[in-house]
C-alpha cells in the first residue's frame, strides 16, 4: 500500500523544503538592516534548528555557522573601531592612538570611536550574521548529499563529483585517524614533522584504492552514459542555460538592489529562471536517470517550503510599502518594528511545528 505522508506521521522531509525555507529567510534579511527583523531571523532558525534537527553528523553545523556569524559581528566592530573612516558622531565612548594618514585615503587608524560608529556597523554586520543562520539552519535541517541526488540531468556530471568529495572527506579523515591510531599502538614516536611522513603515504594508498574502487562500481552502474544528440541540441542547451543565468542575476540584483527599472528584478527573473529550466530540461534528455528511494514531495514540503516564501514576501512588501522601517535613520534612535515583515517571519517559525518528526534510529 502507497503510505500516507500525513504532517505527524514521522519521516525525513524532503531536503529541498528546507534548503527553500532558509532561502526566503536570508532573502528576507538581504532587504533589511532593522536590528528587529534580523534578530527575530536568527530566532527564528535557532527554534526551527532546535525542534526539528536530526541525530546526523551535518546536525551540529548550525552551531558552526553561528559561530561565525558571531565572528563576523565581533571582527566588523574591532575594524571599525581600527578604521574609522569617515563615520562620526558626537557620542565619543573612547580614544585609540591615531596614526596619521594621507586624507586622500579617506582611512584613519585609530583616533575617537564613536557610539554611532559602532551602531552602524554592528546593524550591517548583523544583516550578514542573520544569512549565515540562515545557510546555517538549511545545513542542519537538509542533507547536501541528499540534496545533490536531485541536481538536473543536464548537471548530472557536477552532482556526480559533488556527492564523491562530500563522500570521500569524511572517508579521508576516519583514514587518517585509523593510521594514526595503529602507529600509536605500534609505539610509534617522533616529531609532528616525522610523524606526519610516516602517516602519509597509507592513508594516500588507502584513498587511491577507494577512488579505484568507486570509479569501476559507477562504470559498472552505466554513470557517463549518454544518448546521442545533435550538434544543435547542444548550442540550444548552452544559449538558454546561458541566458537564463544572465536573466536570473540580473532579476536578482534588481530585487536587491530596490531599483524602480520595470524590467529589473521579478520580471527579469522570471523570465531568466524559464529559460535556464528550458536549457535544463533539453540537457537533461541527453542522460537518462533513475532515483531509487525518491524522497516524496507531499503536504509538508509545501507548508515548509510556504513558510520561508511567507517571509520573503512580508518582507520585500514591507519594502515597498514603507521602506524607511526597513532601516535605522539613526543609529541611536530606536529601531522601527515592521509588523508585516515581523509576522511573516514569525509564519517561517511554523515548521517547528508542521514538519513532521524524524524516525527513531534513522539517519537522514
Known amino acids: ?30 532587504r533589511t538592516q532593522n536590528p528587529v527583523p534580523l534578530l527575530l531571523i536568527m530566532a527564528v532558525t535557532w527554534f526551527v534548528v532546535a525542534a526539528r534537527r536530526g541525530n546526523t553528523p551535518w546536525a551540529a553545523s548550525y552551531a558552526l555557522f553561528f559561530k561565525i556569524a558571531m565572528a563576523v559581528i565581533l571582527i566588523h566592530l574591532v575594524f571599525q573601531a581600527l578604521l574609522s573612516g569617515h563615520v562620526q558622531g558626537l557620542t565619543v565612548l573612547f580614544t585609540l592612538p591615531e596614526i596619521p594618514l594621507p586624507e586622500s585615503t579617506g582611512i584613519k587608524i585609530g583616533g575617537p570611536v564613536t557610539l554611532e560608529a559602532l551602531l552602524t556597523a554592528l546593524y550591517v554586520a548583523l544583516q550578514l550574521a542573520a544569512i549565515f543562520c540562515c545557510i546555517g539552519a538549511a ?81 559498472s552502474r552505466g554513470y557517463g552514459r549518454t544518448t546521442s544528440r545533435s550538434t544543435g541540441s547542444r548550442r540550444v542547451t548552452v544559449t538558454l542555460v546561458l541566458v537564463g543565468m544572465m536573466g536570473i542575476c540580473i532579476g536578482l540584483y534588481g530585487l536587491l538592489n530596490g531599483t524602480d527599472s520595470a524590467w529589473l528584478g521579478l520580471p527579469a527573473l522570471l523570465v531568466g529562471t524559464v529559460l535556464a529550466m528550458g536549457g535544463m530540461i533539453v540537457g537533461g534528455r541527453r542522460t537518462g536517470r533513475t532515483r531509487y528511494r525518491p524522497d516524496p514531495w507531499a503536504t509538508p514540503e509545501l507548508l515548509v517550503t510556504g513558510s520561508g516564501v511567507v517571509a520573503a514576501v512580508s518582507m520585500f512588501w514591507q519594502a515597498r510599502v514603507d521602506p524607511t522601517s526597513l532601516l535605522v535613520a539613526s543609529p541611536t534612535d530606536l529601531p522601527a518594528v515592521p509588523v508585516v515583515a515581523c509576522l511573516g517571519i514569525l509564519v517561517a517559525a511554523l515548521p517547528a511545528v508542521l514538519a513532521p518528526p524524524l524516525p527513531q534510529g534513522v539517519a537522514q
Open 139 to 219: 545545513n542542519a535541517l537538509g542533507s547536501a548529499r541528499r540534496l545533490l541526488r536531485y541536481v538536473p540531468s543536464a548537471l548530472y556530471e557536477i552532482g556526480i563529483a559533488c556527492v564523491i568529495a562530500l563522500t570521500f572527506a569524511p572517508q579521508l579523515a576516519t583514514d587518517a585517524r585509523r593510521v594514526r591510531d595503529a602507529s600509536r599502538l605500534r609505539g610509534g614516536t617522533g616529531g609532528r614533522v616525522r610523524r606526519l611522513g610516516r602517516l602519509a603515504m597509507p592513508v594516500l594508498e588507502g584513498a587511491l584504492e577507494r577512488s579505484v574502487e568507486l570509479a569501476a562500481a559507477m562504470d
Open 1 to 30: 500500500m502507497r503510505p500516507h505522508h500525513r504532517v505527524t506521521h514521522p519521516r525525513v522531509l524532503h531536503p529541498g523544503a528546507w534548503w527553500l525555507w532558509a532561502l526566503g529567510l536570508a532573502a528576507a534579511a538581504s
